[in-house]
């Protein structure tokens, strides 16, 4: 019995642990972007802010092929025009 109170403990841990991950996210990107741009502006060198940019166009970019990759996506901005067409 204590084996399984074992595994539950680890498990509510690990969920734990993930969901601070998932909240302090944002801050984190935040907080390195600030860390990006203060070191940019002391060295006086744009390359360290161009490679967050970059870096963040290329999640954008995969972001936007995910979402157009499936053909049976359903375009909730369609359907709203369609009901809004078909009521007047």
Known sequence: MSEMNAEKSIAAIV????????????????????????????????????????????????????RSIDPDAVDCCALESAKRKSNT
Do not use: K
């Open 15 to 66: 969920v734990a642990g993930l969901a601070v991950l998932c909240c302090a996210g944002p801050f984190l990107l935040a907080t390195i972007g600030a860390v990006a741009i203060s070191a940019s502006a002391l060295t006086g060198s744009v390359a360290i802010v161009a490679v967050i940019a970059l870096i963040g166009l290329a999640g954008v970019w995969a972001y936007r092929r995910s």
